[in-house]
């Protein structure tokens, strides 16, 4: 059994039990959320490491050999997103130390963000196609109930919307798995690479790739199945939202990248691809327009990240391998970026008391530091070189380009353009113009509770500059990732010609 592959689901188990044990002990239980979490993100690295240097990892639980038992995986791609998990789990928990109220956490703030941030890591390592829809499971039940915790009129109104639609997106799901075991008689995902090879009743497969992509889309919040995301992600405290942007949406991108890589990728996929390259362009344009006619921060920040999904939508569609690497080096860059951009969502709330731009002002002058770190993400997310938004943008430009795909490029480029005039205008509101009423604007908190909320979005910003000024490396590893999703051959050998 490989422990590498275990720690990442089991750490944050144990967590989330240890807060559930010690209900009645609020302190006791801020004290294991922070210490679970570093100890969630130091396990993280480990697993890339031996990804990085050994390949593609796999463990049989129960010693059960592929492909009837329990496989966990990672190659390149979902090791990083198991440790972008780690990382945004961490900084979340962090910030929530000083912005989640009492009444929360005495409720279960802590044990449900550790049972959500195991749901994830669980989907992004499963090698099983049952199992990720059981992780999405664990992550989504999780998710209802943060959403909602509080029960404030606003929160139940996005919970509502939110449980619904993705309740159709897990019948959907489940539909699909079922019409796939039908075919094949496996849920194994390597198996299914393998065997769906020499399916003859094509038609059925092109049905239930469609249900996946439907599925899947809209846990991705693509065009048109996002609309519950902007209804929802505003609603929660500013670390529910800020970890619902940087890691949900992106399990529904693996997801369908996992799918459309290794399940589906022998099969004439032409018309798929050029189905995710229509919804990507839909998505981006939407998104976009939805955001410039928002008066709300998070309402700006949500319509924003459906349209970058877009983004990771585009390198998905077009398939070749400088596309998949803009694909993974700009699910990097997003995770980190949203995550950030939310959390000093949060720290705005603090200070003004609102969200709303009209209310807000004088940050600029009154608070230097926050103004950078906002510049920092915001300008990223615009695609400003050379930040790390810039080198993602750049890839997939470049691979559009290369194949002809010259309107998808043109939205890209246009989209980057409208992103920028968003942000400019979050500037010019809660940043530039003079507050609106000093008096009730700017009421610091405790230099303790400062901490909490400036270290982690300092991390992350800090982050976004580092990849930015160094891109090299990081598409490096983004360029082995994409050899790894084009090509499956080693993925499929480490799952099924070998037990761990």
């Known amino acids: 059994m490989n422990l590498v592959l275990i720690c990442p689901i089991l750490v944050p188990f144990l967590t989330a039990v240890s807060c559930l044990l010690a209900w009645n002990n609020r302190n006791l239980q801020r004290i294991a959320s922070a210490i679970g979490a570093c100890a969630l993100f130091g396990c993280t690295l480990p697993l890339f490491l031996s990804v990085w240097l050994d390949g593609i990892q796999a463990s049989q639980m129960g010693n059960w050999p592929a492909p009837f038992g329990i496989t966990l995986v ?113 849920l194994n995902m390597a198996d299914l690479a393998v065997q769906l090879k020499d399916v003859q009743r094509k038609e059925m497969l092109t049905t239930v790739s469609i249900l996946f992509l439907l599925a899947f889309g809209i846990k991705a919040a693509i065009f048109p199945l996002f609309f519950w995301l902007p209804a929802s992600y505003h609603t929660p405290p500013a670390p529910v939202s800020a970890i619902f942007a940087g890691l949900l949406t992106k399990v529904g991108v693996y997801s369908l990248v996992r799918v459309f890589t290794l399940m589906f990728a022998a099969q004439d996929s032409a018309q798929i691809h050029q189905l995710l390259l229509a919804a990507a362009g839909l998505t981006m344009l939407t998104g976009i327009l939805g955001a410039l006619v928002q008066n709300d921060f998070r309402r700006i920040l949500s319509f924003n990240l459906i349209s970058h999904i877009g983004y990771m ?10 596309a998949i690497a803009g694909l993974v080096f700009y699910t990097v ?17 603090r200070l003004g008391g609102t969200y709303k731009l009209s209310k807000l002002g004088g940050l600029y002058e009154n608070r230097p530091l926050l103004a950078i770190l906002f510049l920092a993400p915001a300008l990223s997310l615009a695609g400003m070189p050379p930040l790390s938004g810039f080198w993602g943008k750049l890839a997939l430009v470049k691979a559009g380009l290369d194949r002809g795909h010259y309107l998808i490029v043109a939205v890209a480029l246009v989209v980057g353009l409208l ?40 991390i992350l910003a800090s982050l976004t500059i580092l990849i930015g000024f160094f891109p090299e490396a990081f598409f490096d590893f983004a360029e082995r990732s994409a050899e790894q999703l084009i090509d499956p051959t080693d993925y499929i050998k480490t799952v099924l010609g070998k037990s761990t």
């Open 333 to 349: 860059h997003d995770v980190i970026v949203k995550t950030c951009l939310f959390l000093v969502g949060g720290i705005i709330h």
């Open 419 to 458: 992103t920028l005039y968003s942000m400019a205008i979050v500037w010019t509101e809660a940043f530039w113009k003079k507050a609106p009423d000093a008096g009730a604007l700017l009421l610091a908190p405790s230099l303790h509770n400062w901490l909490f909320y400036i270290v982690p979005v300092a």
């Open 74 to 186: 990672a190659d390149l791609f979902s090791a990083s997103m198991v440790v972008l998990s780690g990382l945004t789990g961490l900084t979340v928990v962090i910030f929530s130390l000083a912005a989640i109220d009492a009444e929360r956490e005495n409720f279960g703030f802590h044990s449900l963000m550790h049972f959500l941030l195991m749901g994830v890591c669980g989907a992004f390592l499963t090698g099983d196609i049952f199992n990720l829809y059981v992780w999405f499971e664990v992550l989504l039940i999780s998710s209802f109930v943060l959403l909602q915790l509080g029960g404030e009129k606003a929160q139940l109104e996005g919970a509502i919307k939110y449980v619904t639609i993705n309740l159709v997106s897990s019948a959907l799901f489940l539909t699909a798995i079922a019409i796939l075991y039908g075919l094949i008689g496996t």
């Open 313 to 322: 939508i585009m390198g998905l569609g077009m398939f070749t391998p400088l």
